[in-house]
């Protein structure tokens, strides 16, 4: 029986480049990894192009931020 996710969609998390929210996750080969949208910086001067990063991580990667 597999383990239950520690993180849901939605929850703000924190890693080591930086804090995001989880916006997916999936169960591969035993262990969980999640798609982290992270958290959009100040605007620059020139304005938006497009949408922030999102970064693929392993559970063992992420703590909930507080």
Do not use: C, H
């Amino acid at each position: 029986m597999p383990k239950l996710s520690q993180f849901r969609k939605g929850e703000k998390v924190q890693f080591l480049g930086g804090i995001g929210t989880v916006r997916n996750f999936q169960l591969e080969a035993g262990s969980w990894t999640y798609a982290v949208e992270m958290a959009m910086g100040p605007e620059p001067e020139m304005g938006r192009i497009g949408y922030e990063t999102t970064v693929l991580l392993d559970e063992a990667d992420l703590v909930t931020q507080l």
